[in-house]
């Protein structure tokens, strides 16, 4: 298997990720645990696998200097024009993350790699490479699709045949993941590099409620919930994507 891109899937991708109350709850969750962790000066970020460039620009606006480093060309024109659009300067690298290296100067004081890992072929490859690009007292925003969630949501759909031959994988065309991640086993590879200083669930129950409970409560109450239990003990596990906000080892 190899890593994915979204060259030909862009415009679904923009639809689909963060357009509605799941992209709405993704970028507050994160913001919010940004927000609470970085110093109060200009950062060198780097953000990996950038997409259209949606945290990146977030980050901008903050004043933080910004490179965003995508594969595909059309998510990355993508981002080129939002940040014009608010007139707003990055720099723009087209590349997978083997080669990002190849492309910068220096270390960062702030990764993001949200939504990578589980499109990669190797996952946990990632993580050194992403070790030797940051400042010794930099952080790395890891977001990734959780494996637990979608075993629990496959066990309240009574889909256990599926659970049986372990068939997590989303078809090729489609926008699930190809390789949710285990926590545990994710920690584990994370720890010679990494230090894990926080956690957050994305989407803790959102995704659990049915549909018409979903369009009768309020985009912002729904939002505003998940902020308030994304770290409870008995749910942040149970977020659709974790949030692991790390610091170099």
């Known amino acids: 298997m190899n890593d994915r891109h979204f060259d030909e899937l862009a415009t679904r991708f923009a639809e689909k990720i963060?357009?509605?109350?799941?992209g709405a709850i993704r970028l507050a969750v994160l913001q919010a645990d940004l927000s609470e962790v970085l110093p109060q000066r200009s950062l060198r970020v780097l953000d990996i696998g950038a997409g259209l460039g949606h945290m990146s620009l977030w980050l901008a606006q903050q004043g933080h200097d910004v490179t965003l480093a995508e594969p595909a060309e059309p998510m990355l024109d993508?981002?080129?024009?939002?940040f014009a659009s608010a007139g707003l300067a990055a720099?723009?690298?087209?590349?997978p993350w083997q080669e990002v290296a190849e492309h910068v100067e220096g270390r960062f004081d702030l990764i993001i790699c949200h939504a990578v890992l589980e499109w990669l072929a190797e996952p946990a490859a990632i993580l050194p490479a992403l070790h030797r690009l940051a400042a010794a007292d930099g952080w790395l925003s890891l977001a990734f699709y959780n494996?637990?969630?979608?075993?629990?949501?496959?066990?309240?759909?009574?889909h256990f045949k599926k659970l049986r031959r372990e068939d997590f994988a989303g078809?090729?065309?489609?926008?699930?993941?190809?390789?949710?991640?285990?926590?545990?086993e994710l920690g584990a590879q994370l720890a010679p590099y990494w230090r894990v200083e926080s956690?957050?669930?994305?989407?803790?129950?959102?995704d659990y409620m049915p549909g018409d409970f979903q369009t009768r409560a309020a985009p912002q109450e729904l939002v505003d919930m998940e902020l308030a239990y994304r770290r409870h003990p008995a749910f942040a596990g149970l977020g659709r994507y974790l949030h692991w906000l790390c610091r170099p080892l």
């Open 18 to 22: 963060y357009g509605g109350t799941k």
């Open 78 to 82: 993508g981002a080129r024009e939002r």
């Open 91 to 95: 720099t723009f690298i087209q590349a």
């Open 147 to 158: 494996r637990d969630a979608l075993i629990y949501r496959n066990l309240l759909k009574g």
């Open 171 to 184: 078809e090729r065309q489609s926008l699930t993941p190809q390789r949710p991640l285990d926590p545990r």
């Open 199 to 206: 956690s957050s669930g994305v989407r803790v129950f959102h």
